[in-house]
């Protein structure tokens, strides 16, 4: 799934534009079809970094693999993206990336997230271009 979700994600102009980066976490329900019921953001670095990853994981609806015996089975899937640091001599992105986490908005959950049985996935590390 972590190459599914590398060719699926498209990051957004508006997140290369503020050199966005951070980590996003999620829990969704799947059901026994493998599709995806509920999602909640868990912990977001930056709103501006959620929206991306949301349409990505409406891609994989039917993908999800529920075990035997269950209606529904909850997982939880972090992603981690960051920019590919520029060439030697490139400007530096040291401006733009202070000016993001000087305006950062992050989503935080104030209240517990019940986990009944969960699945935590392996990290998914998207990286993207400044240019």
Do not use: C
Not at 8 to 37: C, M, Q, R, Y
Not at 64 to 89: C, Q, R, T, Y
């Amino acid at each position: 799934m972590s190459q599914f979700f590398k060719d699926s994600i498209s990051v957004s102009p508006e997140i290369i534009k503020s050199k966005a980066n951070g980590t996003v976490i999620f829990k969704f329900t799947a059901d026994e079809k493998g599709e995806i019921k509920k999602l909640v953001i868990y912990y977001a670095d930056d709103a501006i970094l959620a929206p991306p990853l949301i349409a990505a994981l409406k891609k994989s609806n039917h993908k999800w693999l529920v075990p035997d015996n269950e209606k529904f089975h909850d997982f939880i899937l972090s992603f981690a993206i960051s920019f590919v640091p520029p060439a030697a001599g490139a400007p530096s992105p040291q401006k733009g990336l202070y000016n993001f986490y000087q305006k950062r908005k992050p989503i935080v959950s104030t209240n517990q997230v019940p986990l009944d049985n969960v699945t935590l996935l392996p990290s998914v590390v998207v990286n993207y271009n400044l240019d």
